[in-house]
């Protein structure tokens, strides 16, 4: 009778399970390397696009391609780095991660698209969609789900750790806006009974102002803005705007950085602004990426 010693049965067994995997994950990036190389080609096409038909139909096109790539296996881990123009941001502590990003539009307008895919045990797909309901949201501090989005792309997430309650994720996004003045924005994010929740009142602003679900800024489209997360501050940072010429208050198309910057920290279970602080960094080089590439002339204010 043909006998096998027994450790070494289990080594070769364990190395017939390891190279199999090693082959599985090999073949699974090779596979996603040519989902992410159709990717990058569809995007391209999308941003040259000379209409709005155009540019709509490659993005369902791009939406089709990246839905069938994350149903690759291992796919949580690609990074799909290639893909500028589409921001892929990790939660910290690496339970899900966000793909958003915009379509321009012939206007100077933007819709924004975007995905959260979870990391699953099974490593089976698990995705919920996000739907641009920006034009529908007439009120900006309103609770959202991923059905009815304040979109935006996203690119940084930050825990909020608060002591018995579950973790929400603070996002900082960019949310464009017009021909004549861009956004930023800081919202948060909740899971809450297996669905998706944005908005909670957290900021906690000036005194004898409301609570906050949300915070929207809104600037001078050729302007860039510091918004970020400061590790040495331990706090979330960003440029105090305001209008070039006091008369223009509340007319964003004339707002800007003064130079001084604001930020929230986390006071128990809210965060609490914090004015005129001293940053002892640079500003971050993500703050001057999203300036319209069109040359503008800066709005002449009229006394």
């Known amino acids: 009778m043909f006998k096998v010693f027994k450790p070494f049965f289990i080594i070769f067994l364990m190395s017939c399970a390891v190279t199999n995997v090693s082959a599985q994950l ?36 791009f939406i089709k391609t990246l839905v069938a790539a994350l149903k690759t296996p291992s796919s949580f881990d690609f990074a799909f780095d290639s893909l500028q123009t589409i921001s892929v941001v990790k939660s910290p502590d690496h339970t899900f991660r966000i793909f958003s990003w915009y379509v321009p539009t012939v206007e100077g307008t933007y819709r924004f698209f975007g995905t959260v895919q979870m990391a699953t045990k099974d490593g089976k797909l698990k995705l919920y969609p996000l739907i641009d309901d920006t034009e529908h949201i007439t009120d900006t501090n309103q609770i959202t789900t991923n059905k009815q989005w304040y979109g935006a ?36 994010l909740s899971f809450v009974n297996d669905e998706l929740k944005f908005g909670k009142a957290i900021f906690q602003g000036p005194k004898n102002t ?25 706090m979330i940072v960003f440029d105090h705007l305001a ?29 609490k602004l914090v004015e005129n602080i001293e940053l002892k ?20 204010v009229k006394n």
């Open 210 to 234: 409301a609570v906050k679900n949300r915070i929207v800024f809104e600037y001078n489209k050729l302007n860039s803005m510091t918004l970020r997360l400061d590790k040495n501050e331990q």
């Open 26 to 61: 090999s073949s699974g990036t090779a596979e996603l390397n040519k989902y992410q190389d159709s990717l990058l080609k569809i995007t391209r096409n999308l941003f040259t696009a000379p209409n709005n038909i155009d540019r709509f139909e490659q993005n369902s096109k």
């Open 153 to 188: 792309r996203y690119y940084e997430i930050v825990p909020l750790i608060v002591s018995g309650q579950n973790t929400s994720y603070v996002l900082l996004g960019w949310k464009g806006n017009t021909s004549k003045t861009s956004k930023k924005v800081i919202e948060v």
């Open 243 to 271: 209008p070039f010429d006091p008369n223009m208050e509340g007319n964003f198309e004339y707002y800007a950085s003064d130079s001084s910057f604001d930020g929230y920290r986390l006071v128990g279970n809210q965060l």
């Open 281 to 300: 960094n640079d500003p971050d080089a993500k703050d001057d990426f999203y300036i319209d590439p069109k040359p503008k002339e800066v709005p002449t």
